[in-house]
T-cell receptor, first 113, second 113 residues
Framework: DVKVTQSSRYLVKRTGEKVFLECVQDMDHENMFWYRQDPGLGLRLIYFSYDVKMKEKGDIPEGYSVSREKKERFSLILESASTNQTSMYLC????????????FGPGTRLTVL | DAKTTQPNSMESNEEEPVHLPCNHSTISGTDYIHWYRQLPSQGPEYVIHGLTSNVNNRMASLAIAEDRKSSTLILHRATLRDAAVYYCILRGYLMDSSYKLIFGSGTRLLVRP
């Protein structure tokens, strides 16, 4: 079974802190994604990566950056956390060839105080 | 991107079939219809997808209208574990590598024992 893991299920940070969210997949997938999920807004794409060291902005990249140094790991970075970044963050991956299915991690619920 | 419209919520009795509708009147000829679901406190999971013909898998069936402007996800015998938010998503056959999914607000399915 494909497994996508995220470093934390729950995280509490203070305004202005630098926050790292880690995502690891074990299926050698080329494409990885970071979404955030908010009530009434559904899932929104923040960034995605289709190869190591490659990244592309999604629909709401402001306030975020990403890093993909290894194929299996995709990190989301909040340079200076703000209260409006309190959200559920979901990581997903998909194969470069079988791109029909995205596999999601369990999510990280981040609270910024 | 083409948009989908789903009811906010539906209810079903356990052991009965459930038909979850989705309207996508602006679908283009190369858009695939995907369904994902999100169980409480979990990331979304893939259910099924199709292009023109009806599709069956171990989880569900997908019935696609002849004009492709609507589709229906069919759960043949709802169980309590099927209580989730169901998302109907259109994904184009893109030549780039993004393959991003655009999630709307979905249909919350409640299953009564």
């Amino acid at each position: 079974d494909v497994k996508v893991t995220q470093s934390s299920r729950y995280l509490v940070k203070r305004t202005g802190e630098k926050v790292f969210l880690e995502c690891v997949q074990d299926m050698d997938h080329e494409n990885m994604f970071w979404y955030r999920q908010d009530p009434g807004l559904g899932l929104r794409l923040i960034y995605f990566s289709y190869d190591v060291k490659m990244k592309e902005k999604g629909d709401i990249p402001e306030g975020y950056s990403v890093s993909r140094e290894k194929k299996e790991r995709f990190s989301l970075i909040l340079e200076s956390a703000s209260t409006n970044q309190t959200s559920m963050y979901l990581c997903a991956s998909t194969s470069g060839t079988r791109r029909d299915t995205q596999y999601f991690g369990p999510g990280t619920r981040l609270t910024v105080l | 991107d083409a948009k989908t419209t789903q009811p906010n919520s539906m209810e079903s009795n356990e052991e009965e079939p459930v038909h979850l509708p989705c309207n996508h009147s602006t679908i283009s000829g190369t858009d695939y219809i995907h369904w994902y679901r999100q169980l409480p406190s979990q990331g979304p999971e893939y259910v099924i997808h199709g292009l023109t013909s009806n599709v069956n898998n171990r989880m569900a069936s997908l019935a696609i209208a002849e004009d492709r402007k609507s589709s229906t996800l069919i759960l043949h015998r709802a169980t309590l574990r099927d209580a989730a938010v169901y998302y109907c998503i259109l994904r184009g056959y893109l030549m780039d590598s993004s393959y991003k999914l655009i999630f709307g607000s979905g249909t919350r399915l409640l299953v009564r024992p």
